[in-house]
Protein backbone atom coordinates (compact mmCIF):
# COMPACT_ATOMS: atom_id res chain seq x y z
CA UNK A 1 0.00 0.00 0.00
CA UNK A 2 2.39 2.64 0.88
CA UNK A 3 4.89 1.69 -1.78
CA UNK A 4 2.27 1.94 -4.09
CA UNK A 5 1.66 5.69 -2.88
CA UNK A 6 5.01 6.29 -2.77
CA UNK A 7 5.52 4.84 -7.04
CA UNK A 8 1.86 6.24 -7.96
CA UNK A 9 1.86 9.32 -6.32
CA UNK A 10 5.44 10.44 -5.97
CA UNK A 11 6.84 8.38 -8.57
CA UNK A 12 9.87 6.93 -6.38
CA UNK A 13 10.98 3.31 -6.49
CA UNK A 14 11.89 2.80 -2.69
CA UNK A 15 12.45 4.46 0.56
CA UNK A 16 14.97 6.44 2.07
CA UNK A 17 16.94 5.66 5.73
CA UNK A 18 13.90 5.85 8.60
CA UNK A 19 11.01 6.91 5.61
CA UNK A 20 8.84 3.72 6.09
CA UNK A 21 9.51 3.15 9.61
CA UNK A 22 8.21 6.64 10.49
CA UNK A 23 5.30 5.81 8.36
CA UNK A 24 4.04 2.64 9.59
CA UNK A 25 4.36 4.26 13.07
CA UNK A 26 2.41 6.63 12.52
CA UNK A 27 0.07 4.30 10.94
CA UNK A 28 -0.11 2.38 13.69
CA UNK A 29 -0.88 5.37 15.62
CA UNK A 30 1.64 6.11 17.67
CA UNK A 31 3.42 9.75 18.23
CA UNK A 32 6.60 9.87 16.34
CA UNK A 33 9.54 12.33 16.12
CA UNK A 34 11.44 11.44 13.25
CA UNK A 35 15.36 13.50 12.86
CA UNK A 36 16.79 13.57 9.60
CA UNK A 37 19.06 15.59 7.39
CA UNK A 38 17.69 18.70 4.47
CA UNK A 39 16.57 16.82 1.72
CA UNK A 40 16.49 13.51 4.18
CA UNK A 41 12.67 13.72 2.55
CA UNK A 42 10.68 14.42 5.82
CA UNK A 43 7.48 15.52 4.01
CA UNK A 44 6.49 11.99 2.69
CA UNK A 45 6.66 10.80 5.66
CA UNK A 46 3.54 12.79 6.45
CA UNK A 47 2.06 12.98 3.03
CA UNK A 48 2.13 9.14 2.71
CA UNK A 49 -0.15 8.71 5.96
CA UNK A 50 -2.78 11.41 4.83
CA UNK A 51 -3.18 9.72 1.73
CA UNK A 52 -3.32 6.03 3.38
CA UNK A 53 -5.99 7.44 5.40
CA UNK A 54 -9.22 8.08 4.87
CA UNK A 55 -9.20 12.02 6.45
CA UNK A 56 -7.53 14.51 6.79
CA UNK A 57 -3.76 15.48 7.92
CA UNK A 58 -2.75 18.74 9.88
CA UNK A 59 0.92 20.42 8.95
CA UNK A 60 1.70 23.01 11.21
CA UNK A 61 4.78 24.71 9.29
CA UNK A 62 6.59 28.03 10.44
CA UNK A 63 6.38 30.23 7.63
CA UNK A 64 4.13 30.67 4.39
CA UNK A 65 6.96 30.42 2.06
CA UNK A 66 7.77 26.39 3.43
CA UNK A 67 3.64 26.32 3.15
CA UNK A 68 3.44 26.92 -0.15
CA UNK A 69 6.14 25.28 -1.15
CA UNK A 70 5.21 22.09 -0.09
CA UNK A 71 1.35 22.92 -1.21
CA UNK A 72 2.50 23.65 -4.73
CA UNK A 73 4.64 20.06 -4.90
CA UNK A 74 1.66 18.14 -3.76
CA UNK A 75 -1.10 19.84 -6.05
CA UNK A 76 1.54 19.24 -9.08
CA UNK A 77 1.54 15.86 -7.70
CA UNK A 78 -2.15 15.87 -8.29
CA UNK A 79 -3.46 16.02 -4.30
CA UNK A 80 -5.54 18.19 -2.56
CA UNK A 81 -4.19 20.35 -0.28
CA UNK A 82 -4.48 23.97 1.07
CA UNK A 83 -2.66 26.24 3.18
CA UNK A 84 -3.98 28.39 5.51
CA UNK A 85 -2.82 31.50 6.73
CA UNK A 86 -3.05 35.37 7.42
CA UNK A 87 -2.52 36.12 3.34
CA UNK A 88 -5.29 34.01 2.52
CA UNK A 89 -8.37 35.79 1.31
CA UNK A 90 -11.48 35.41 3.20
CA UNK A 91 -13.70 34.37 -0.04
CA UNK A 92 -11.15 31.51 -0.45
CA UNK A 93 -10.30 30.31 3.05
CA UNK A 94 -14.54 29.82 2.64
CA UNK A 95 -14.14 28.15 -0.45
CA UNK A 96 -11.45 25.77 1.56
CA UNK A 97 -13.60 25.17 4.34
CA UNK A 98 -16.56 23.81 1.60
CA UNK A 99 -14.36 21.39 0.44
CA UNK A 100 -12.95 20.37 3.67
CA UNK A 101 -16.74 19.48 4.50
CA UNK A 102 -16.88 17.30 1.62
CA UNK A 103 -13.93 15.73 2.85
CA UNK A 104 -12.02 16.43 -0.15
CA UNK A 105 -9.19 17.75 1.85
CA UNK A 106 -6.20 15.40 2.53
CA UNK A 107 -3.21 17.89 4.17
CA UNK A 108 -4.29 21.15 4.82
CA UNK A 109 -0.86 23.40 6.05
CA UNK A 110 -1.86 26.27 8.99
CA UNK A 111 0.66 28.32 10.98
CA UNK A 112 1.19 27.87 14.70
CA UNK A 113 -0.56 31.43 14.99
CA UNK A 114 -3.56 30.39 13.06
CA UNK A 115 -3.95 26.90 15.22
CA UNK A 116 -4.10 29.56 18.40
CA UNK A 117 -7.64 30.94 16.97
CA UNK A 118 -10.53 28.67 19.38
CA UNK A 119 -12.77 28.82 16.47
CA UNK A 120 -10.48 27.16 13.94
CA UNK A 121 -9.79 24.51 16.45
CA UNK A 122 -13.01 23.87 17.19
CA UNK A 123 -14.10 23.61 13.24
CA UNK A 124 -10.97 21.47 13.03
CA UNK A 125 -12.32 19.18 16.14
CA UNK A 126 -15.67 18.36 14.41
CA UNK A 127 -13.27 16.66 11.46
CA UNK A 128 -11.72 13.29 10.84
CA UNK A 129 -8.13 14.26 11.58
CA UNK A 130 -6.09 11.28 10.77
CA UNK A 131 -2.63 12.81 11.87
CA UNK A 132 -1.32 16.23 13.02
CA UNK A 133 2.51 16.80 11.50
CA UNK A 134 4.67 19.48 12.89
CA UNK A 135 7.39 20.78 10.38
CA UNK A 136 10.85 22.15 11.56
CA UNK A 137 9.96 20.90 15.40
CA UNK A 138 13.15 21.87 16.86
CA UNK A 139 11.58 25.91 16.58
CA UNK A 140 9.71 24.46 20.08
CA UNK A 141 13.24 24.64 21.69
CA UNK A 142 14.98 27.62 23.25
CA UNK A 143 18.42 25.95 22.75
CA UNK A 144 18.41 26.86 19.15
CA UNK A 145 18.72 29.39 17.01
CA UNK A 146 14.63 30.16 15.36
CA UNK A 147 12.93 29.20 18.54
CA UNK A 148 9.58 30.55 17.83
CA UNK A 149 6.97 31.24 21.08
CA UNK A 150 3.93 30.40 18.96
CA UNK A 151 5.34 26.90 19.21
CA UNK A 152 5.59 26.96 22.86
CA UNK A 153 2.19 27.27 22.61
CA UNK A 154 1.67 23.85 20.64
CA UNK A 155 1.62 21.88 23.77
CA UNK A 156 -2.41 22.28 23.84
CA UNK A 157 -2.27 19.98 20.45
CA UNK A 158 -2.10 16.62 22.71
CA UNK A 159 -5.36 17.93 24.71
CA UNK A 160 -7.22 19.14 21.83
CA UNK A 161 -6.93 16.15 19.50
CA UNK A 162 -6.36 13.63 21.96
CA UNK A 163 -7.37 10.31 19.78
CA UNK A 164 -4.90 11.77 16.79
CA UNK A 165 -1.39 10.61 16.78
CA UNK A 166 1.44 13.65 16.20
CA UNK A 167 4.78 13.20 13.75
CA UNK A 168 7.20 15.85 14.63
CA UNK A 169 9.98 16.30 11.83
CA UNK A 170 13.09 18.28 12.19
CA UNK A 171 16.48 18.45 10.77
CA UNK A 172 18.11 20.01 12.96
CA UNK A 173 18.04 18.12 16.49
CA UNK A 174 20.99 17.61 19.91
CA UNK A 175 19.60 15.88 22.43
CA UNK A 176 18.44 18.31 24.23
CA UNK A 177 16.56 19.75 21.53
CA UNK A 178 14.76 16.13 21.27
CA UNK A 179 14.08 16.00 24.74
CA UNK A 180 12.33 19.23 24.33
CA UNK A 181 10.43 18.72 21.46
CA UNK A 182 8.68 15.42 23.33
CA UNK A 183 8.45 17.53 26.47
CA UNK A 184 6.80 20.49 24.88
CA UNK A 185 4.65 18.42 22.61
CA UNK A 186 3.44 16.24 24.52
CA UNK A 187 4.59 12.94 22.68
CA UNK A 188 3.26 10.02 23.75
CA UNK A 189 5.58 7.28 24.55
CA UNK A 190 6.98 8.51 20.86
CA UNK A 191 8.52 6.16 17.94
CA UNK A 192 11.78 7.97 17.67
CA UNK A 193 14.03 7.55 14.45
CA UNK A 194 17.14 9.67 14.24
CA UNK A 195 18.74 9.46 10.62
CA UNK A 196 22.88 10.26 10.07
CA UNK A 197 23.60 13.85 9.77
CA UNK A 198 25.43 13.28 6.57
CA UNK A 199 24.46 14.92 3.62
CA UNK A 200 26.53 12.89 0.58
CA UNK A 201 25.76 14.73 -2.15
CA UNK A 202 27.59 17.94 -1.16
CA UNK A 203 30.76 18.40 -2.10
CA UNK A 204 32.81 20.10 0.84
CA UNK A 205 35.68 22.72 0.27
CA UNK A 206 37.34 25.68 2.60
CA UNK A 207 39.64 27.42 1.16
CA UNK A 208 42.05 30.45 2.67
CA UNK A 209 40.57 34.03 2.39
CA UNK A 210 42.99 35.35 -0.17
CA UNK A 211 41.46 37.22 -3.31
CA UNK A 212 38.03 36.12 -2.42
CA UNK A 213 36.41 37.61 -5.16
CA UNK A 214 38.75 36.48 -7.73
CA UNK A 215 38.05 32.84 -6.38
CA UNK A 216 34.42 33.21 -6.11
CA UNK A 217 34.26 34.83 -9.86
CA UNK A 218 36.29 31.56 -11.57
CA UNK A 219 33.81 29.27 -9.50
CA UNK A 220 31.09 31.23 -10.68
CA UNK A 221 32.17 30.80 -14.25
CA UNK A 222 31.79 27.17 -14.39
CA UNK A 223 28.60 27.62 -13.12
CA UNK A 224 26.78 29.40 -14.93
CA UNK A 225 22.29 29.20 -14.69
CA UNK A 226 23.22 27.74 -11.33
CA UNK A 227 21.49 28.87 -8.06
CA UNK A 228 23.17 29.57 -5.12
CA UNK A 229 23.99 31.68 -2.02
CA UNK A 230 26.89 33.56 -0.89
CA UNK A 231 26.58 34.15 2.79
CA UNK A 232 28.44 37.58 4.06
CA UNK A 233 29.28 38.78 7.38
CA UNK A 234 28.14 41.95 7.36
CA UNK A 235 25.82 44.04 5.39
CA UNK A 236 27.89 46.11 3.48
CA UNK A 237 30.08 43.00 2.27
CA UNK A 238 26.82 41.69 0.79
CA UNK A 239 26.10 44.80 -1.14
CA UNK A 240 29.54 45.03 -2.57
CA UNK A 241 30.07 41.24 -3.65
CA UNK A 242 26.65 41.67 -4.93
CA UNK A 243 27.27 44.86 -6.89
CA UNK A 244 30.58 43.59 -8.20
CA UNK A 245 29.05 40.19 -9.35
CA UNK A 246 26.05 42.17 -11.09
CA UNK A 247 28.87 44.49 -12.92
CA UNK A 248 30.76 41.29 -13.77
CA UNK A 249 27.47 39.97 -15.51
CA UNK A 250 26.14 37.40 -12.93
CA UNK A 251 22.42 37.15 -12.21
CA UNK A 252 22.73 38.29 -8.44
CA UNK A 253 21.17 39.92 -5.79
CA UNK A 254 21.02 40.67 -1.97
CA UNK A 255 19.20 40.12 0.72
CA UNK A 256 19.62 41.28 4.59
CA UNK A 257 17.49 42.44 7.69
CA UNK A 258 18.36 45.82 6.97
CA UNK A 259 16.20 45.90 3.66
CA UNK A 260 12.27 46.79 3.30
CA UNK A 261 10.05 43.76 3.64
CA UNK A 262 8.63 43.95 0.00
CA UNK A 263 12.01 43.91 -1.37
CA UNK A 264 13.40 40.85 0.87
CA UNK A 265 10.44 39.41 -0.44
CA UNK A 266 11.01 40.02 -4.32
CA UNK A 267 14.38 38.71 -3.81
CA UNK A 268 13.32 35.93 -2.37
CA UNK A 269 10.75 35.69 -4.99
CA UNK A 270 13.35 35.98 -7.88
CA UNK A 271 15.14 33.35 -6.47
CA UNK A 272 12.61 30.94 -5.97
CA UNK A 273 11.41 31.36 -9.96
CA UNK A 274 14.95 31.22 -11.25
CA UNK A 275 14.90 34.72 -12.17
CA UNK A 276 17.92 35.79 -10.48
CA UNK A 277 20.66 33.25 -9.55
CA UNK A 278 23.28 34.36 -7.03
CA UNK A 279 21.72 35.93 -3.96
CA UNK A 280 24.54 37.63 -1.39
CA UNK A 281 23.05 37.40 1.55
CA UNK A 282 23.43 37.80 5.92
CA UNK A 283 22.37 34.74 7.51
CA UNK A 284 19.24 36.44 7.39
CA UNK A 285 18.51 34.91 4.59
CA UNK A 286 17.58 31.78 6.64
CA UNK A 287 15.16 29.31 7.34
CA UNK A 288 12.29 29.74 4.85
CA UNK A 289 14.48 29.02 2.05
CA UNK A 290 13.01 25.77 0.79
CA UNK A 291 14.03 25.89 -2.99
CA UNK A 292 15.15 22.74 -3.32
CA UNK A 293 17.69 23.07 -6.27
CA UNK A 294 20.18 24.91 -4.84
CA UNK A 295 23.45 24.29 -6.06
CA UNK A 296 25.99 26.10 -3.94
CA UNK A 297 26.35 27.82 -1.07
CA UNK A 298 29.40 29.93 -0.07
CA UNK A 299 30.54 31.43 2.89
CA UNK A 300 32.57 34.50 2.13
CA UNK A 301 33.59 34.67 5.79
CA UNK A 302 34.23 31.89 8.63
CA UNK A 303 30.76 30.96 10.32
CA UNK A 304 30.62 31.46 13.89
CA UNK A 305 30.22 27.79 14.86
CA UNK A 306 29.65 24.18 13.37
CA UNK A 307 26.08 24.11 13.82
CA UNK A 308 25.10 27.46 12.04
CA UNK A 309 27.44 26.70 9.06
CA UNK A 310 25.81 23.06 8.67
CA UNK A 311 22.69 24.59 8.53
CA UNK A 312 23.60 26.86 6.43
CA UNK A 313 24.97 24.71 3.70
CA UNK A 314 22.32 22.21 4.39
CA UNK A 315 20.08 24.59 2.20
CA UNK A 316 22.31 23.72 -0.74
CA UNK A 317 20.85 20.56 -2.91
CA UNK A 318 17.58 19.75 -1.05
CA UNK A 319 17.01 17.75 -4.65
CA UNK A 320 19.50 14.76 -4.13
CA UNK A 321 21.59 16.53 -6.86
CA UNK A 322 25.38 17.40 -6.26
CA UNK A 323 25.86 20.24 -4.62
CA UNK A 324 28.90 22.67 -3.40
CA UNK A 325 29.63 24.27 -0.39
CA UNK A 326 32.60 26.15 -0.22
CA UNK A 327 33.84 28.30 2.79
CA UNK A 328 36.66 31.20 2.75
CA UNK A 329 38.39 32.19 5.86
CA UNK A 330 41.13 34.23 7.35
CA UNK A 331 42.72 35.54 11.05
CA UNK A 332 41.00 38.52 10.30
CA UNK A 333 37.61 36.78 10.35
CA UNK A 334 38.33 35.06 13.22
CA UNK A 335 39.77 37.97 15.33
CA UNK A 336 36.87 39.68 14.19
CA UNK A 337 34.26 37.11 15.54
CA UNK A 338 36.03 36.90 18.68
CA UNK A 339 35.81 40.33 19.08
CA UNK A 340 32.03 40.29 18.56
CA UNK A 341 31.61 37.56 21.23
CA UNK A 342 33.83 39.97 23.55
CA UNK A 343 31.82 43.06 23.27
CA UNK A 344 28.61 41.58 23.60
CA UNK A 345 26.64 41.53 26.95
CA UNK A 346 26.31 38.18 27.40
CA UNK A 347 28.00 36.42 30.58
CA UNK A 348 31.53 35.08 30.63
CA UNK A 349 30.33 31.63 30.74
CA UNK A 350 28.63 32.00 27.49
CA UNK A 351 31.09 33.91 26.21
CA UNK A 352 33.77 30.82 26.66
CA UNK A 353 31.52 28.62 25.34
CA UNK A 354 30.98 30.52 22.13
CA UNK A 355 34.59 31.03 22.20
CA UNK A 356 35.52 27.28 22.31
CA UNK A 357 32.81 26.82 19.47
CA UNK A 358 34.62 29.39 17.13
CA UNK A 359 37.70 27.42 17.73
CA UNK A 360 36.18 24.22 16.87
CA UNK A 361 35.28 25.99 13.09
CA UNK A 362 38.86 27.16 12.61
CA UNK A 363 40.05 23.51 13.35
CA UNK A 364 37.43 22.33 10.68
CA UNK A 365 38.58 25.24 8.14
CA UNK A 366 42.37 24.60 8.74
CA UNK A 367 42.16 20.54 8.43
CA UNK A 368 44.18 18.59 6.31
CA UNK A 369 41.55 15.49 7.02
CA UNK A 370 38.52 14.54 5.83
CA UNK A 371 36.17 17.71 6.56
CA UNK A 372 32.68 15.51 7.07
CA UNK A 373 34.01 13.28 9.83
CA UNK A 374 34.69 16.59 11.75
CA UNK A 375 31.69 17.39 11.64
CA UNK A 376 29.97 13.79 12.27
CA UNK A 377 32.16 13.50 15.38
CA UNK A 378 30.90 17.13 16.62
CA UNK A 379 27.19 16.19 16.48
CA UNK A 380 27.91 12.61 18.14
CA UNK A 381 28.10 10.47 15.68
CA UNK A 382 31.07 8.88 14.93
CA UNK A 383 32.65 7.41 11.46
CA UNK A 384 36.24 7.27 11.04
CA UNK A 385 36.42 6.30 7.05
CA UNK A 386 36.86 9.14 4.67
CA UNK A 387 33.68 10.41 3.03
CA UNK A 388 34.80 11.04 -0.51
CA UNK A 389 32.98 14.01 -0.67
CA UNK A 390 35.10 17.19 0.78
CA UNK A 391 38.24 18.53 -0.88
CA UNK A 392 40.75 16.63 1.28
CA UNK A 393 39.19 12.88 0.90
CA UNK A 394 39.17 14.00 -2.69
CA UNK A 395 42.55 15.72 -3.13
CA UNK A 396 44.63 14.17 -0.40
CA UNK A 397 46.78 16.92 0.33
CA UNK A 398 50.50 15.67 0.31
CA UNK A 399 52.86 15.70 3.44
CA UNK A 400 56.62 16.97 3.22
CA UNK A 401 59.14 17.26 5.88
CA UNK A 402 58.53 20.48 6.70
CA UNK A 403 61.14 21.24 10.04
CA UNK A 404 63.41 23.92 7.78
CA UNK A 405 60.50 26.48 7.23
CA UNK A 406 59.14 25.70 10.66
CA UNK A 407 62.43 26.43 12.40
CA UNK A 408 62.75 29.39 9.98
CA UNK A 409 59.44 30.82 11.34
CA UNK A 410 59.78 29.84 14.89
CA UNK A 411 63.14 31.36 14.75
CA UNK A 412 61.91 34.96 13.21
CA UNK A 413 59.17 35.03 15.83
CA UNK A 414 61.53 34.60 18.76
CA UNK A 415 63.67 37.25 17.35
CA UNK A 416 61.63 39.90 17.04
CA UNK A 417 60.20 39.04 20.79
CA UNK A 418 56.95 37.76 19.55
CA UNK A 419 56.06 41.36 18.95
CA UNK A 420 54.89 40.43 14.91
CA UNK A 421 51.55 39.77 13.39
CA UNK A 422 51.43 37.25 11.02
CA UNK A 423 51.58 39.76 8.21
CA UNK A 424 54.32 40.88 9.42
CA UNK A 425 55.88 37.80 9.95
CA UNK A 426 55.33 36.53 6.87
CA UNK A 427 57.17 39.51 5.23
CA UNK A 428 59.91 39.69 7.32
CA UNK A 429 60.82 36.07 6.28
CA UNK A 430 60.00 37.12 2.70
CA UNK A 431 62.42 40.11 3.25
CA UNK A 432 60.11 42.98 2.74
CA UNK A 433 61.24 46.45 2.41
CA UNK A 434 58.05 47.68 4.08
CA UNK A 435 58.52 50.77 6.26
CA UNK A 436 57.52 49.14 9.36
CA UNK A 437 59.99 46.40 8.78
CA UNK A 438 62.42 49.14 8.43
CA UNK A 439 61.90 51.07 11.48
CA UNK A 440 62.33 48.52 13.54
CA UNK A 441 65.41 47.26 12.33
CA UNK A 442 63.76 43.45 11.52
CA UNK A 443 65.90 43.49 8.10
CA UNK A 444 69.12 42.97 10.63
CA UNK A 445 67.82 39.62 12.31
CA UNK A 446 69.27 36.67 11.07
CA UNK A 447 66.25 35.17 9.79
CA UNK A 448 65.35 38.20 7.25
CA UNK A 449 64.61 36.93 4.46
CA UNK A 450 65.28 33.40 4.61
CA UNK A 451 61.83 32.27 2.83
CA UNK A 452 61.84 34.60 0.21
CA UNK A 453 61.56 31.74 -2.23
CA UNK A 454 58.32 30.88 -0.25
CA UNK A 455 55.08 33.03 -1.95
CA UNK A 456 52.88 34.90 0.88
CA UNK A 457 50.06 32.52 0.11
CA UNK A 458 52.01 29.12 1.09
CA UNK A 459 53.68 30.72 3.91
CA UNK A 460 50.32 31.43 5.56
CA UNK A 461 48.79 28.13 4.98
CA UNK A 462 52.49 26.84 6.61
CA UNK A 463 52.16 29.13 9.50
CA UNK A 464 48.04 27.89 10.06
CA UNK A 465 49.19 24.68 9.91
CA UNK A 466 52.22 24.97 12.20
CA UNK A 467 49.25 26.77 14.57
CA UNK A 468 47.60 24.08 14.47
CA UNK A 469 50.28 21.52 15.19
CA UNK A 470 50.76 23.45 18.64
CA UNK A 471 53.90 25.49 17.75
CA UNK A 472 52.75 28.85 18.13
CA UNK A 473 49.53 30.18 18.89
CA UNK A 474 47.96 33.70 17.92
CA UNK A 475 47.57 36.32 20.98
CA UNK A 476 43.63 37.84 19.94
CA UNK A 477 44.18 40.08 23.32
CA UNK A 478 47.45 41.56 22.10
CA UNK A 479 46.71 42.20 17.74
CA UNK A 480 46.71 38.97 16.73
CA UNK A 481 50.77 38.96 17.57
CA UNK A 482 52.20 35.43 17.14
CA UNK A 483 53.80 33.84 20.26
CA UNK A 484 55.58 30.87 20.92
CA UNK A 485 54.36 28.00 23.00
CA UNK A 486 56.76 25.10 25.04
CA UNK A 487 56.42 22.36 21.87
CA UNK A 488 58.52 25.32 19.88
CA UNK A 489 61.44 24.60 21.84
CA UNK A 490 61.61 20.92 20.58
CA UNK A 491 61.43 22.31 16.89
CA UNK A 492 64.07 24.66 17.46
CA UNK A 493 66.54 22.97 19.60
CA UNK A 494 65.64 19.45 19.85
CA UNK A 495 65.47 18.29 16.37
CA UNK A 496 61.98 16.94 16.41
CA UNK A 497 60.49 16.31 12.68
CA UNK A 498 57.72 17.94 11.07
CA UNK A 499 55.20 17.22 8.35
CA UNK A 500 53.76 19.76 6.56
CA UNK A 501 50.94 19.79 3.96
CA UNK A 502 51.94 20.95 0.80
CA UNK A 503 49.60 24.06 -0.07
CA UNK A 504 47.33 23.79 -2.88
CA UNK A 505 46.07 26.76 -4.09
CA UNK A 506 42.34 26.58 -4.59
CA UNK A 507 41.69 26.91 -8.24
CA UNK A 508 44.33 24.47 -9.08
CA UNK A 509 42.52 21.73 -6.74
CA UNK A 510 41.56 19.18 -9.18
CA UNK A 511 37.90 20.47 -9.04
CA UNK A 512 35.21 18.28 -8.64
CA UNK A 513 33.62 20.13 -11.43
CA UNK A 514 29.74 18.67 -11.02
CA UNK A 515 31.28 15.01 -9.99
CA UNK A 516 28.52 13.66 -8.43
CA UNK A 517 26.83 14.27 -11.80
CA UNK A 518 27.81 11.42 -13.59
CA UNK A 519 27.84 8.93 -10.28
CA UNK A 520 24.23 7.84 -10.54
CA UNK A 521 23.58 8.30 -14.31
CA UNK A 522 25.81 8.82 -17.41
CA UNK A 523 23.96 12.42 -18.02
CA UNK A 524 23.85 13.40 -21.74
CA UNK A 525 24.52 17.06 -20.87
CA UNK A 526 23.23 18.67 -24.38
CA UNK A 527 20.21 16.54 -23.78
CA UNK A 528 19.66 17.74 -20.03
CA UNK A 529 20.29 21.02 -21.21
CA UNK A 530 17.10 21.18 -23.50
CA UNK A 531 15.38 19.22 -20.85
CA UNK A 532 16.12 21.91 -19.02
CA UNK A 533 14.72 24.47 -21.41
CA UNK A 534 11.50 22.71 -21.82
CA UNK A 535 10.99 22.48 -18.14
CA UNK A 536 11.56 26.37 -17.74
CA UNK A 537 9.24 27.29 -20.32
CA UNK A 538 6.15 24.64 -18.71
CA UNK A 539 7.04 26.51 -15.34
CA UNK A 540 6.95 29.85 -16.68
CA UNK A 541 3.36 29.14 -17.69
CA UNK A 542 2.03 27.69 -15.01
CA UNK A 543 3.73 30.35 -12.62
CA UNK A 544 5.22 27.86 -10.70
CA UNK A 545 9.07 26.98 -9.88
CA UNK A 546 10.84 25.17 -12.32
CA UNK A 547 12.04 22.67 -9.49
CA UNK A 548 8.35 21.63 -8.57
CA UNK A 549 7.66 20.11 -12.02
CA UNK A 550 10.64 17.98 -12.01
CA UNK A 551 13.70 17.98 -10.23
CA UNK A 552 17.20 18.15 -11.55
CA UNK A 553 18.02 14.57 -10.74
CA UNK A 554 14.76 13.21 -12.52
CA UNK A 555 16.01 15.16 -15.52
CA UNK A 556 19.43 13.92 -15.10
CA UNK A 557 17.85 10.21 -15.29
CA UNK A 558 15.79 11.28 -18.26
CA UNK A 559 18.65 12.52 -20.16
CA UNK A 560 20.56 8.99 -19.26
CA UNK A 561 17.68 6.68 -19.96
CA UNK A 562 16.37 8.59 -23.11
CA UNK A 563 12.67 7.13 -22.42
CA UNK A 564 10.51 7.53 -25.88
CA UNK A 565 7.69 5.43 -24.55
CA UNK A 566 5.16 6.12 -21.60
CA UNK A 567 5.89 3.20 -19.92
CA UNK A 568 9.74 3.68 -19.91
CA UNK A 569 9.10 7.24 -19.12
CA UNK A 570 7.10 6.50 -15.88
CA UNK A 571 10.04 3.97 -14.54
CA UNK A 572 11.90 7.23 -14.33
CA UNK A 573 12.67 8.55 -10.68
CA UNK A 574 9.82 11.51 -9.69
CA UNK A 575 7.43 10.73 -12.48
CA UNK A 576 4.66 10.04 -10.59
CA UNK A 577 0.87 8.91 -12.18
CA UNK A 578 0.11 12.60 -12.27
CA UNK A 579 3.26 14.03 -13.51
CA UNK A 580 3.06 10.59 -16.08
CA UNK A 581 0.24 12.60 -17.96
CA UNK A 582 0.80 15.77 -17.40
CA UNK A 583 4.33 16.15 -18.87
CA UNK A 584 5.34 12.60 -20.64
CA UNK A 585 4.13 14.34 -24.10
CA UNK A 586 6.07 16.96 -23.79
CA UNK A 587 9.37 15.50 -22.24
CA UNK A 588 9.22 12.27 -24.65
CA UNK A 589 8.73 14.93 -27.69
CA UNK A 590 11.93 16.38 -26.86
CA UNK A 591 13.70 13.21 -26.33
CA UNK A 592 12.47 12.23 -29.52
CA UNK A 593 13.57 15.08 -31.42
CA UNK A 594 16.75 14.99 -29.71
CA UNK A 595 17.50 11.47 -31.50
CA UNK A 596 16.61 12.63 -34.42
CA UNK A 597 13.73 10.51 -34.44
P1 LIG B 1 13.34 17.51 4.06
O1 LIG B 1 12.03 18.12 4.49
O2 LIG B 1 13.71 16.31 4.87
O3 LIG B 1 14.45 18.50 3.97
P2 LIG B 1 11.93 16.98 1.61
O4 LIG B 1 10.79 16.28 2.23
O5 LIG B 1 11.73 18.37 1.15
O6 LIG B 1 13.18 16.94 2.58
O7 LIG B 1 12.48 16.07 0.42
C1 LIG B 1 13.61 16.43 -0.32
C2 LIG B 1 13.51 15.85 -1.72
O8 LIG B 1 13.68 14.44 -1.70
C3 LIG B 1 12.19 16.12 -2.39
O9 LIG B 1 12.46 16.53 -3.72
C4 LIG B 1 11.51 14.78 -2.33
O10 LIG B 1 10.55 14.63 -3.36
C5 LIG B 1 12.66 13.82 -2.47
N1 LIG B 1 12.39 12.50 -1.90
C6 LIG B 1 11.75 12.21 -0.75
N2 LIG B 1 11.68 10.88 -0.55
C7 LIG B 1 12.29 10.28 -1.60
C8 LIG B 1 12.55 8.92 -1.98
N3 LIG B 1 12.15 7.89 -1.22
N4 LIG B 1 13.21 8.70 -3.13
C9 LIG B 1 13.61 9.74 -3.91
N5 LIG B 1 13.40 11.04 -3.61
C10 LIG B 1 12.75 11.32 -2.47
MG1 LIG C 1 11.19 19.90 5.20
ZN1 LIG D 1 36.03 13.71 3.62
Redesign the pocket.
Given at each position: MIHKI?KDT?G?G???PF?QEAIESSLAKQDVLLV?????????CFQIPALAQDGMTIVVSPLIALMNDQVMALNQNGIRAYSIHSNIEYEQKNRIFSEIDRGEVKLLYISPEGLQSEQLRTYLQSKPIDLIAVDEAHCVSMWGNDFRPDYVKLSMLKAAFPSVPIMA?T?TADGSTQADIVDKLNLDNPAIYIGSFERPNITLTASPGLDRYGQIKQFLAQRQEESGIIYCTSRKSVEMVSSKLRADGFSADHYHAGMEREERERVHQDFIYDRVHIVCATIAFGMGI?K?NIRFVMHYNLSKNIESYYQEIGRAG???SAAEALLFYSYADITLLKRFIDDSDADSVYKEVQHAKLDRIWDFANTAHCRTNIILNYFGEYKSEGCMHCDNCLNPPELFDGTRYTQMALSAVKRTDEKLNLNLLIDVLRGSGRQEIMMNGYQHIKTYGVGREIPSKDWRSYISQMIQQGFMSIDYSAQGRVRLTPLAQEILFEGQVVKLAKFVWQEKKAKPKRAARVTEFEVDEPLFERLRKLRSAMAKEQGVPAYVIF?NKTLEELSAVKPVDEISFSLI??VGRQKLEKYAEAFIGEIKGYLGK
Open positions: LFYSFRQLPTGGGKSIVADSRDGPNG
